[in-house]
């Protein structure tokens, strides 16, 4: 009943690069728009990085634009390559699928299907 699984997360040194896979059921993997958010302890959960389908569009939120890539591989895993790694990275990210309207969009209450997240811990 999983549709979404993240993978890649884990205890990462500050300057150093993430690379999180999310793995999509047979129904999901041609979802109409993929997506990663994450949130930190006492925060709201944010939107980090949504590709349209095989990547006709990209979309980032400024704290990490300029520094993250999201992709789809040849397997049709949704790739977040995130780089310089900074503490303020650090939280449960979760990836997200939606089939309808536009893609740029960030409320996470307009994503339908969702992952179990991963952790991700940027020390110093």
């Known amino acids: 009943q999983v549709q979404l699984r993240e993978s890649g997360g884990g205890t990462m040194q500050a300057g150093g690069t993430l690379r999180l896979s999310c793995a999509a059921s047979?129904?999901?993997?041609?979802?109409?728009?993929l997506g990663w958010f994450r949130q930190a302890p006492g925060t709201e959960r944010e939107g980090v990085a949504i590709i349209y389908r095989d990547g006709g569009s990209t979309y980032y939120q400024s704290p990490v634009k300029g520094r993250a890539t999201i992709s789809r591989d040849a397997a049709k895993n949704t790739i977040l390559e995130l780089r310089n790694l900074r503490p303020g990275d650090t939280g449960m990210y979760f990836c997200a699928a939606r089939n309808k309207g536009p893609c740029y969009v960030w409320d996470r209450r307009e994503w339908t299907f969702w992952g179990q997240g991963t952790q991700v811990t940027v020390s110093a």
């Open positions: 047979e129904q999901l993997t041609g979802s109409r728009c």
